[in-house]
């Protein structure tokens, strides 16, 4: 069919439109690596795609996107298969086309991404870039899908060029989503009113988001771009964060209800299309559909819901409780200074103990040992620094680890890590020389004055070395097991992740059993209910009681309050599992410790 941009705005102000999921990680979980070229499964494995296709056309969605995400000249010839472009796009979309013509109305939308990932965009000119996206857009507007979606543009400069292309070279509209982190800003560091701002004068059919971010904070994203936008609003969110279960494999486990929960306050602020992107599946996307279908039949005119600001909260003050550390992190808000003014006020009020986290995100910043070591030498505070092994090579890791020491930071936890929300599928690229065991090895050998290749050092380091244990994890066996590898490995201590429910590191203690090292518990106030459905749904090994989310849900605007007054309990009930309490600020660190610790 052909299909105007008139037509599709049409389409969108008389109904919600709901588009596909996932191709990328459906195909990934029949078995295909995330490192390989996707798009040529159009060609060599053509059963599957149309299958994929197939699911979600039989979900009922409106809209299938194209298998051609990445399939640009600069991105296929990272595999040698430049010379098989126009092949690969082709039947792309003659495979969509087949699946979307078992149910009458089905539009083929073609799927273009940035012409090179995250880590190539430096070394690519971007007239180079630009040649290889209206290379492929010529492609798909010739092999006959209805309009085109611009996805996962992480750097604002290349989306608004790709929508200029777009709208230049095909005379069908055109959908530009933008992806943004945690943080509300892409990663070029524009938030959603500047990409808003920036598409509105291009012609383009449809503005929104995709990718990276969950259910929870992709409203907020789609919120904004509501407020500063006439055009038409997207929202394709993820399926949360995805599970590491082995090298180069991930899952998600995200529930319907939750998604598709959000996925309605989506269409409430103002989306007119949805659908999902990495995790989604098939049956999610079917309950998204039967969800628009319902509000789209009860309701053709949006209702408008004025919320009000939320009470400044009363912090009650609890019963007092041990406090041993607080946990900074590099990219905390402020930067250096920042950090240096938060302990000095934590240890005027008792804090004897500053960990610095590793931190998220994809900003620059400083390393936790070095902002630990800097901390230290300010202000004479004891500290200890997580190290990560994402991304490190051992050598590198050993040379930081030993230069470290001759500064005088002896003190450091040990953590696999997790890549940041960046590129095509976040969270599941990167490597890893080796876990945190291999690390815990690695540091318990240079104590004996041996390094990784077992050659002797000149002199033996004094580190204390530590590991997190995850009480919260779904697999209590496994947490276990993994815990006693690690002190089995060299663990001197081990740090809980942000514990919500006593009972559970109860449970974990017992099943490591002896000897168990001393053990500190981390403890993070949650900021109200919001928050604490996100973590229960979308953060993979976290569990939040459901009597905390009855409590949370329960007091609206007063749920920072609440989560305080519970978080003052939990480490109450926790003192005598532990061997100390890591306070993890949510808000101002000293607010946040002298509310627990029962001083305001």
Not at 16 to 26: S, W, Y
Request: aromatic share 4%.
């Amino acid at each position: 069919m052909s299909l105007s941009v008139a037509d599709f705005r049409t389409m969108v102000s008389d109904r919600v439109l709901v588009c596909d999921g996932a191709m990328g990680t459906m195909l990934h979980a029949a078995g295909n690596a995330l490192d390989q070229s996707l798009p040529a499964l159009s060609c060599s494995d053509p059963d599957l795609v149309r299958a994929v296709h197939a699911r979600y056309v039989d979900a009922g969605v409106d809209i299938v996107q194209s298998n051609t995400f990445g399939a640009n000249r600069l991105r296929l010839d990272e595999f040698g298969l430049a010379d098989r472009l126009g092949e690969i796009n082709r039947d792309a979309v003659r495979i969509a086309r087949e699946a979307a013509g078992a149910r009458p109305g089905v539009l083929v939308a073609g799927s273009v991404s940035p012409a090179v990932s995250v880590q190539q965009r430096r070394r690519v000119p971007a007239a180079a870039r630009s040649e290889a996206v209206t290379e492929q857009l010529q492609l798909l507007d010739g092999a006959g899908v209805d309009l085109i979606v611009l996805e996962t543009f992480g750097h604002l400069d290349e989306l608004v060029e790709a929508a200029r292309i777009a709208v230049g070279e095909t005379g069908l509209p055109i959908v530009a989503q933008a992806t943004f982190g945690p943080d509300g800003r892409t990663l070029s560091g524009h938030p959603a009113r500047d990409v808003a701002h920036a598409l509105g004068e291009l012609g383009v059919a449809a503005i929104g988001t995709n990718c990276t971010l969950g259910p929870r904070h992709m409203l907020d994203v789609v919120r904004e771009l509501c407020e500063h936008t006439e055009l038409p609003v997207t929202g394709q969110p993820n399926a949360g964060l995805p599970r590491r279960t082995g090298p180069a494999r991930f899952e998600y486990d995200i529930d319907a209800e939750y998604l598709v929960r959000y996925v309605g306050q989506l269409v409430e602020v103002g989306a007119r299309v949805v659908g999902g992107c990495c995790g989604t599946t098939p049956p999610q996307l079917a309950a998204v559909v039967e969800l628009v279908r319902e509000r789209d039949a009860r309701r053709r005119a949006a209702v408008t819901t004025t919320v009000p600001a939320p009470a400044t909260p009363v912090v009650r003050a609890p019963e007092p409780t041990d406090l041993l550390a607080v946990e900074l992190t590099p990219d905390d808000r402020g930067g250096t200074e920042a950090a240096v003014d938060a302990a000095r006020r934590l240890t005027e009020h008792g804090v004897n103990l500053i960990s610095v986290g590793a931190g998220n995100g994809v900003r620059a910043r400083l390393s936790p040992v070095d902002l630990a070591l800097h901390l230290h030498q300010r202000l004479g505070v004891d500290t200890v620094a997580t190290v990560s092994t994402w991304d490190r090579t051992i050598m590198a890791l050993q040379a930081d680890l030993l230069g470290s020491h001759a500064l005088g930071m002896h003190r450091i936890v040990c953590e696999t890590g997790n890549p940041p929300l960046v590129g095509d599928y976040p969270h599941v690229d990167g490597i890893w020389d080796v876990d945190s065991i291999g690390l815990i090895e690695l540091l318990t050998g240079l104590n004996d004055g041996i390094d990784f290749y077992g050659l002797p050092l000149p002199t033996r380091t004094s580190f204390e070395i530590g590991a997190r244990i995850n009480p919260g994890g779904r697999d209590l066996a496994a947490a276990a097991g993994r815990a006693r590898d690690k002190i089995a490995a060299g663990a001197q201590f081990l740090i809980t992740r942000p514990v919500y429910a006593a009972e559970d590191l109860e449970r974990l203690l017992t099943e490591i059993g002896d000897p168990l090292p001393p053990v500190l518990v981390s403890i993070r106030p949650l900021s109200g209910f919001a928050e604490a459905e996100y973590l229960t749904h979308e953060v993979p090994d976290v569990h939040v009681p459901s009597r905390v989310l009855e409590q949370l849900d329960r007091a609206g605007s007063s749920g920072h309050r609440v989560g305080l007054e519970l978080a003052t309990e939990l480490a109450q009930k926790l003192r005598p599992l532990s061997g100390g309490l890591v306070v993890v600020p949510n808000g101002d660190p000293v607010d946040t410790v002298l509310a627990v610790a029962g001083e305001r």
